[in-house]
């Protein structure tokens, strides 16, 4: 095999099948890589950058641990998409998970894993396939380049040889029939079947720009924060969702948890997941659906069994009636805001906007771009367009007395 290395001999005129005969000959393809490129000096910075590439890539799952969520390692985290969940804020730090951060590579529930173990079997088989290829190419550019050898003309066309295209036509179909294999394979493990009986199942609906949450069995309507149990060894408690859309196609997902899945207007399709793991996942609306696409976030807790029933419990009661803010109620009830909202035990019915009942419950507005305080709550309240250009909610052009009133009522919505 050596002499495929060997230097070129002068083979102007002789004849294809002379060449073909001649000993050298069969490796001399080889020669034809350098001379393509001409100045071959010029293939060596797009070797390094390919190798930056490939580091960049592994590189992230190398030095991107997965962080416990404190503050300080948030910070830091590389293996994640840059997204904190309030810009300019953070979130309280939650348990283990990492909070404020849509994170891709460290999965916490099977789909997610099987996922993530099909990601980096691919990617080492690509890597192999990149080193063979990139070593060969780099060697032998630089054994045979022109400098070197001094011949003009063309090197040597090979027409026919059953070996070589045996060789380049029946490697890479095994690689692509394995890839199909390990793949099929991954579907069929993470597909959806029938929820088992103890699942939590919920309607999933995507609105531009926000989540609707209808849990099925308890009943309850919930927006942009979805509370689940973790599951342990001795306790399973997967979660199985039903997607559909209310307008337009939106895609819901976290990384940690599951693959993208798709919600379109008029068809319902499923997935599920299951959080080992308690805390906040952050995930993102992955299908542009509008302006507002970006700030269509998606939060999911995942919480102790005991927690979780604590919650539903919460949220199925109907909402605190408060006399002291009866200003603001009768505010929120005689302005357009009952037409689009939801306030179970008043006669507000709207089903455009999120349910608000239990709006104090949640940690964030806005699907997930604001905290949700008062200070947030009035100016959304005022003009939620200064928060959320082009949203759905529209700018009530209400006094700043009438705000101040409807806000306190909504503080106390818990
Ligand atoms: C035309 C329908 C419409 C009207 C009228 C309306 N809203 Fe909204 N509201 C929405 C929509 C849609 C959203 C979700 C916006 C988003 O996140 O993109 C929303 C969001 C909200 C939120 C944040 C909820 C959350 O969990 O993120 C609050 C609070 C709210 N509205 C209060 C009000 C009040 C108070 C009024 C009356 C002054 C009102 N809305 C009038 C449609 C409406
Ligand atoms: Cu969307």
């Known amino acids: 095999m050596l002499h495929a290395f060997l230097p070129v001999p002068q083979n102007r005129g002789l004849s294809p099948t002379r060449l073909r005969e001649s000993p050298v000959c069969r490796w001399r393809f080889f020669v034809i890589i350098p001379r393509m490129f001409g100045k071959t000096q010029t293939i060596w910075p797009l070797l390094v950058l390919l190798g930056v590439c490939l580091f960049g890539l592994t590189g992230q799952s190398v030095f991107g641990e997965p962080t416990d969520g404190s503050a300080a390692e948030t910070e830091t985290n590389t293996n994640a998409i840059a997204m904190p969940a309030v810009p300019g804020t953070r979130l309280p730090a939650d348990d283990r998970t990492q909070d404020g951060w849509a994170v891709t590579l460290s999965p916490l529930s099977p789909p997610a894993q099987t996922i993530s173990e099909l990601f980096y079997l691919i990617l080492g088989i690509m890597v192999v396939i990149f080193l063979v290829v990139g070593t060969t190419m780099g060697v032998l550019i630089f054994r045979f380049r022109a400098s070197r050898h001094k011949t003009d003309g063309e090197p040597p066309q090979i027409y026919g040889s059953k070996p070589i295209e045996l060789a380049w036509t029946l490697g890479p179909a095994i690689i692509v029939f394995v890839l199909f294999l390990v793949t099929a394979r991954s579907i069929f493990e993470i597909r959806s079947t029938t929820a088992p009986p103890d699942a939590v199942e919920v309607e999933v609906i995507g609105h531009q720009w926000w989540w609707e949450f209808r849990y099925k069995k308890s009943g309850v ?194």
Not at 233 to 245: A, C, E, H, I, M
Not at 274 to 288: D, L, T
Not at 295 to 310: P, T
Request: glycine content about 6%; overall charge neutral.
């Open 221 to 414: 309507v919930t927006a942009n924060e979805l509370h689940v149990p973790v599951s342990s060894d001795g306790t399973r408690r997967p979660v199985y969702l039903k997607l559909t859309s209310a307008d337009v196609i939106h895609s819901f997902w976290v990384p940690q948890l599951a693959g993208k899945t798709d919600l379109f207007p008029g068809r319902e399709n499923k997935m599920w997941f299951e959080p080992s793991q308690a805390g906040w996942f952050i995930g993102q609306c992955a299908e542009y659906c509008g302006t507002q696409h970006a700030h269509m976030w998606l939060r999911v807790k995942a919480e102790r069994e005991d927690e979780f029933k604590k919650w539903v419990a919460d949220q199925q009661k109907p909402a605190v009636l408060d006399a002291a803010v009866n200003a603001g109620r009768n505010l929120f009830l005689s302005n357009a805001c009952a037409n689009c909202h939801t306030i179970r035990g008043t006669h507000a019915k709207g089903v455009f906007g999120p349910d608000l009942t239990h709006l104090m419950s949640r940690e964030t507005i806005a699907s997930g771009i604001q905290l949700n305080n008062k200070e947030n709550l009035t100016q959304w309240v005022q003009d939620p367009q200064t928060i959320k250009e082009g949203c759905r909610m529209p700018d009530m052009k209400l006094t700043s007395d009438s705000v101040e009133k409807i806000v306190a009522y909504l503080l106390t919505l818990h």
